[in-house]
């Protein structure tokens, strides 16, 4: 198995395997102050979030090939990101909109609010059947 992480602090996307060993970057240009990522192995996809002067939701293979931005509207600080396998469907929560929402997997479509709160300062969300977890500072 292989592990990815976001390095704000570089710009970059890496990945290894869960030793340690065989680390390189998966995606180093293009980046603005990465945040949160998320892998969907039998897909072959990776997501993340960018928190930079354009905050986004991007995808990309696992090799980081054919990078697409999903998101790029309506968001400010999108923190913590999280799939759920069984709808096909990505979460994500923001710190500034005070929201999780979450769209499909493949097309990036139906955007949905799923939780809006007020001053909450969303950190991560989590998916696992049919709840959501979330943490705020």
Known sequence: GNIYWTDHG??????????????????????DQPRSIAAHPEKGYLFWTEWGQTPCIGRAHLDGSEKVVLVSLGIAW????????????????????DKIERIDLES????????S???VDMFSVAVFGAYIYWSDR
């Open 10 to 31: 570089f710009n970059l996307i890496e990945v290894a395997r869960l030793n340690g060993s065989f680390r390189y970057v998966v995606i180093s240009q293009g980046l």
């Open 78 to 97: 999108p923190n913590g990101i999280s799939i759920d396998y069984e709808e096909n469907k990505l979460y994500w929560c923001d710190a500034r909109t």
């Open 108 to 115: 990036g479509g139906n955007r949905e609010i799923v939780l």
């Open 117 to 119: 709160g007020s001053n």
